[in-house]
């Protein structure tokens, strides 16, 4: 689920960066009212937390098989949604540096999927709602396979977005989302399971941390509409301005535009694909983009030069030169590294 | 388990190494590291060629730092699986076919090609970048750019607990192990109780951490030592390789040479 950044543009990495700066900016603050210092070190020390416990396997009855879990919605629950999100951005942070686990430009899109949707959505609206009635092995159970099962949806939906939006990829929308959504479905399932296990687990033992964390925020707290509102003007603005700079490259509009309809008709799942659909077509119109329109590309020869993201003219001259010099960039590149290497061994050798 | 612990050291060793390429200012290396990226990605999806000339980055600096090689390669190796599977799937769907040299292929296969490219050149700049930073550098360096204070600490204090943590699981799995013969993974009944177990240690243990933090004076910022002010050196740094990316996104430069030397030959 960690997106790569070979796969995403910079429209969509920018504005995505944008986003969840701005949700950590509004968290930082929020913790910064409601909470003294003293969680600082909890949410450090849960952070480690949640990385050691993504090592662990969990044996999967019945299936030989074994998996593991993203974490999101258990910091949500012993955290809060606010220091959960932090927590969880700093452990994607730590995943794409030492691990690239998802990279760096793609951090914003990981913070999102994986972040937003379990801390800001599923949480508040779904694990709340069932435990509203009090804690009780059930509550707790149910709440947080149902919430991880749909965070774990909504996420993989963002990455099939996010990543046609980039349009890196040829896959067509519904083949990339009955690819994910499925797999994502069994493993909600099981990293729900799990983290339902825990959280009964450490409420039988220690209840006063869950009740601690549940009278630290009440569902009251939470406005959703001023998140929800924040965001789409983010998502508007960041990717207006970025589409701009990036015209030549129609990624950013494009997504920006389905973005903004995307989340303003999240609960229609026909809305969306419907508006995907439209803007698929309108886009098959765009004269220098070649999603669909390949032959009307290559007619473009004197604008390909200027237009990136342009099937560059097919013209055998210019793939030979291409051919040619791109190889002749390798060698050289290959010849200045080793004989910097070559030297710094020769320097060594004269120390010793 | 192990093996994360080991690979997250080794790239601490790397990054205390006293070597030039280190000493580096680390806002300048974050910098040019972002810079990087997004020329490199903003490469449409049917460039190759101009694509090339960003190897030179990599190249240059892993031989600078003098990087293991091997196991850089290994690292970038880890990611290539989902990045290949999504880019794989190109040829299959894009069948327009274009020809080269008189060979026939198909597009999709150009597109394969431009994506495994720019995942080796962004997995290898990141890696760079911690290699010779490291994460207390580079939280000063999210600092200075305006990172919110308490994320910053809450990465650092993350980055710090990892090896504890892990030492803790370490020795709960192989106590389970013991208990447990050739049994592969932790069985359904134990999910809860063994990972829970974990968490409250952590919690135990984040109350022990805080209360010692407190005692030595923690008064709410992480330190993370004296970093000189930006020299000379640090912007001739940035402005090259900067001005580099920039000339590389403006002009195909291997079509360039290429055109030039055919040219010649002609």
Redesign the interface.
Known sequence: M?M???????AV??TMLAVSAGL??YS?KK??DDMD??K??????????V???Q???????ATGS?GHIGGGMLLSI?LGPYAGF??M???L??Q??????G???AYGCNVFNMGFWTCFMAYPLIYKWFTRKGLSAKSISWGSIIAVVIALQLGAFSVVLE?LAS??????FS?FVLLMQPIHLAIGFVEG??T???V???WK??PE?LEKAVLGQALGNISMKKVLTGLVIGVVVVGGALSWF?SA?PDGLEWSMERTAGTTELEAPDGVHQTFSDLQEKTAFLPDY?FKA?AEAVEQEGAAEEA?????A?D???????????T???V???C???V??LS?KKGSNAAV | MKESIHQIRLLDDLARRPIPINRLHPLVKLLTTVIYLTVAVSFGRYEISALLPLVFYPVIIFSLAELPMADMLKRIGWVMPFVLGIGILNPVFDHQTVSLLGLTISRGWLTFLSISIKCILTVAAGIILIATTGIDRLGAAMRMIGFPRIFVLQLLLTYRYISVLGDELARMIRAYSLRAPGQKGIKRDAWGSFAGSLLLRSFDRAQRVYAAMCLRGFAGEYNTGNIAKINSRDLRFLAGWGAFFVIARIYNVPLLLGSLLTGVIK
């Open positions: 960690h790569a950044d070979a796969l995403i543009s910079p990495g920018g950590a900016v930082v913790i910064k210092e003293k600082i070190p909890l949410m450090g020390v849960m952070g480690a937390f990385f050691a416990a090592m662990i396997n969990f044996t999967i009855p074994s012993l932090l927590t951005a700093s452990i942070l730590i794409a540096l030492f691990f690239a686990d990279g760096l430009l990543t349009g890196k990829t040829e896959l067509p083949t399971l799990i339902a296990a825990i009964t687990y450490v033992a220690r941390i990036a490259n070649t390949p990136e993201g342009t099937w560059p097919v055998p001259g210019t793939s030979v030169s291409g051919l040619l010099g791109g002749m960039t390798l050289l590149a290959g200045i590294g080793f910097i290497s710094k």
